[in-house]
């Protein structure tokens, strides 16, 4: 490209004209665009008898008379009358009204808890180091910090000796109801039923079912430890002790006290057993960590005192077929063996077993020398007439725990069977028909057992009508309580959406098809056919 051309440089001479052109047309276009700009956005001036009042699209102004409504309000309000006639001709609200769930609660009222006080103590008043006369060179004293301190509420143990039966849920001086009295000592009418195979056994437990009125109630205040049915067979009256040593009788279907519902108080710590009398129904035995094992007399209308210790009882059994006899453990590795026909609350004998603690003690169904102690993390069986003060031999020994075991039963029928519940997920089954040194294990079921602080332990107990089925509950959601039978198979599971939280204490009637479950906030579930 030759630069000296004259048409090149005519060329850009033409170019620089054009540039020049383009940007005098641009700040012209700029300078119109801001003025325009600048005469929009001047405010409107109104008069004072004008209000804008913007339409929902925001498009149209309308205008608002002096203490008037706009067109835009008189709509909307005609719009809210014609949806208020509209859910009023199809009876929405009365519907609504229909579908909240009633509150009303069964059994104990609600109460309002009394706050425990709080003291406040505030740190002594710090001195100078002068006035404490210490060395310069000694570092002050940290000055202690501001806490609280809780008063606790000591529980006083009930004196010794018969405590009145007065119902805590009903007016003073009250007698007890006639009712409770002439159900409380019906004798028991055992028919003799033939044994249902399994497939007719889980026909029955499938038309269990918890009654939509009345099925649930509050028994006792606070959680649930320990539960019993009573043997009649007219109505169904249970008993629930609670951690704070309450004892609730609940008569379904009945209007004694509240909803069927008594509450009495003979003990004031947990009640952590309770069983009725096989050979006097009338009596009710309860035994609580206070250290006392206590006899129900509803015709007297008192709790009488059996066995009396400073503290820690844990469980009892009947040793005699007279129930006259029994046999007690405690949180301290003790057993002892109690008569009732000799007078005081002491015991005959007392033996010392190479445990800490005892959680559970049985007795075989039919040879009654035989008890079953739950230690550690073995399960022993001994002879009552050979136990010694100290180390006791026993005859037959159940292996194959790696935890705290909660609880361990023979079969009710032979005792040929002995189911135990073990902190380390598992129900296992034992063969004691033949008391050897080891007992075979038969079965091992997996079962979640980690309740927490909050919950009772679950523990299988069996079915008083069946030696091969028990009854255990679960951790599993949705809530439910579970039948197994001793091959591990499980046979039914009891749900309910009333059921919304672990029912950790579970027991079967001893002659009829009912079943309870009583959970953490004092309440019984029943399922009956």
Sequence with gaps: ??????????????????????????????????????????????????????????????????????????????????????LTSIKLLEAKQDLKPETTQRGLKRQKLSKVPRTEILPPRTKSVRIQKIEAEKPPPEPRRTYYKTERVNRARKPEGPINMEPVNMEEDSSLPPELLKLWT???????KEELDLKEYRNTLKSMELSEIGGVAKVVKCRIFSAAFHPCS?????????KWGGVGLWNLDSDMGDDGVLLFEPHVRPVACMAFSRSHPTDLLTLSYDGTLRSTDVEKAIFDEVYRIKDGLRTFDFLSHDCSTLVTGDWYGDVAIVDRRTPGTSHESLHSLDTKTVRCVHVHPVQKQYIMVAENSIVSIYDARCLKASSSEPVSQLYGHSKSISSAYFSPGTGNRVVTTCLDDNIRIYDTSELTSRA????????????????????????????DCFVVGSMHQPCRVQVFHESGKLQHSFQDPEITTVLSVTAFHPTRNALLGGNASGRLYVFTD
Aim: aromatic share 4%.
């Design 234 to 242: 007219s109505r169904l009256l249970m008993a629930a002790g609670d």
């Design 440 to 467: 075979p294990l038969l079965t091992s079921i997996q079962h979640d057992m980690e309740t927490g602080h909050s919950l009772s332990n679950l523990q299988a107990v069996w079915d008083p009508k069946r030696d």
């Design 1 to 86: 490209m030759d630069l000296e051309d004259p048409k090149l440089a005519n060329a850009f001479v033409k170019l620089h004209n054009i540039l020049q052109e383009m940007k005098h047309t641009d700040t012209e276009n700029v300078v119109s665009v801001r003025c325009l700009a600048r005469e929009t956005c001047k405010p409107k001036t109104f008069t004072p008898d004008e209000v804008l009042v913007p339409k929902p699209s925001f498009k149209k102004k309308r205008k608002i008379q002096p203490g008037g409504l706009s067109t835009y309000e008189l709509e909307r309000l005609e719009n809210i009358r014609q949806n208020q006639e509209f």
């Design 186 to 192: 019906e004798d028991s009418i055992k028919e003799e």
